[in-house]
């Protein structure tokens, strides 16, 4: 990020805003969630490589993806969880998700701000007492738009090198 020093207000805003994303989510208010992103939006999780020691190279691939969307894929994917087609939540999954570490960095007279924050989601689903816990670290692009904050771009880079979990069928 940048060395330009986010205002309290801004800094408090962005926050809020990343509460609420979760908060829709934990509540499968996905449609609802899906109002938050630009219509340019995209979202990725590029896969994590492990490197040997003294290694410089970066810890994430630059062309393997666990998932890559655009706001048409993203639409569809919220769309197909009102279905009967959603198998991957099937049952649904029961989320909590946490957001800490929020930063942000305006981006000098652009509309746009990056954020970074930490996350931690745990996901059950059924009857199971198994469940999935899957932390990171978001690099986010927020955009006002209209004097409302839309999220522009969002890469998650997961602590985990094999995924905890059976299906990446939620968003994160």
């Not at 655009?70 to 569809?76: D, G, I, K, N, V």
């Not at 746009?112 to 986010?140: N, P």
Request: hydrophobic share 35%.
């Amino acid at each position: 990020m940048a060395s330009r020093k986010a205002s309290a207000e801004l800094q408090a805003e962005c926050a809020e805003f990343l509460f609420r994303e979760a908060e829709y989510l934990d509540d499968r208010r996905f449609r609802d969630w899906l109002e938050l992103m630009a219509e340019d939006c995209v979202y990725q999780i590029p896969i994590r490589i492990t490197r040997g020691l003294g290694s410089h190279e970066a810890d994430f691939a630059n062309t393997g993806f666990h998932m890559k969307d655009t706001y048409p894929t993203l639409s569809m994917r919220v769309e197909r969880l009102y279905t009967e087609y959603a198998y991957a939540e099937d049952p649904p999954s029961r989320t909590t998700r946490l957001v800490s570490n929020v930063r942000c960095q305006p981006r000098g007279s652009s509309p746009e701000i990056d954020v970074k924050s930490k996350f931690a989601c745990y996901r059950a689903m059924g009857e199971s007492t198994d469940f999935d816990l899957l932390m990171g670290e978001r690099r986010d692009v927020l955009r006002r738009v209209d004097g409302d904050l839309k999220l522009a771009a969002r890469t998650v880079l997961l602590a985990h090198t094999t995924l905890p979990t059976a299906n990446l069928g939620l968003f994160l």
